[in-house]
């Protein structure tokens, strides 16, 4: 199934996207022109009342840190402080989880390797009954390989069937896995919703930009991890684009250097996964402006451990 691209209009990406929007003649958008979802009978209705932030807690050595209380963090939002209303440590909510793997060419001598590292990724980490997990493929085009779904066998034998071949539509299936399928898993407080991207972060055949993918990630509440297949060992424009995406959204960035170290690459975020808190929080001010709030999340006097969150959200835009 590929994923359709549709028709615009002039102006911003709205906050309130369509839940299924459909367009008689598909139309891919240009990069330099700002993008808007055609309305819908049932838009999507985010509550901007409660702002939720999942973020993870480590030491100066990188251990996780999962003993902290509600009252030992402060979140402040454009320079305010905020009070926490919710706050759970090692959050057993069920996750949402997007694994995008670059089949172009690019990535072809190490492509049996990603195999078999995202296999047991999945099989790891997935648990049946509450997770669900899905695969999307890009090179030339972003393509859904398997919806979600707790089927682990599943997800691992579409992992398996993948070729490569083509180009990098990297933003592309950022932006569409998080319009057409995280977003739809409401209300976004009753669900983790995570994405880990196997590519080299060459992109060449997006229509969407970077920061169009990286809007719509935020919009989705989407934790971004990436792994490089880069092995230059040469900070590449890609490689900056992968941690880019990860810094922005809370996640993490990984560069295994050898085909055999993507395993722990994997790992090392499927252990991240098993040691978050998420927070709740109503914004004071309560803004419905449809813009973008900066928000940090702190440790109250200790400046040995570092917080991993996401840097900020939109607010949506309530519409009488």
Known sequence: MKFATYALLGGALALCLPAMAQAPAPVAPKQDQPAVELPDQNPIRLDVTRVPLLFTVQDKKGRFITDLTKDEFEIIENKRPQTISEFTAESDLPLRLAILIDTSNSIRERFKFQ?????SFIETVVRHGSDKAMLVSFDTSAEL??????DTQ????SVRDLRPGGGTALYDAIFF????????EQPPE?????MVILSDGED???HWTRDQALEMAQKADVVIYT????ITRIDTEGDKVLRYFSQETGGQAFFPFKATDLAQSFENIANELRHQYIALYRPV??????????VEVKVKNRRDLVVRARHGYYAPVFNP
């Open 204 to 206: 060449n055949q997006s």
């Open 285 to 294: 001010p309560l803004k419905a402006d449809g813009l973008y709030h900066n």
């Open 227 to 230: 792994i490089s297949t880069n």
């Open 115 to 119: 195999q078999e590292a995202a296999t």
């Open 154 to 157: 599943k997800l691992a034998a």
């Open 145 to 150: 390989i398997s919806d979600l779904t707790d």
């Open 190 to 194: 009753k669900f983790r919703r995570a």
């Open 177 to 184: 896995a998080c319009r057409d399928k995280m977003m739809k």
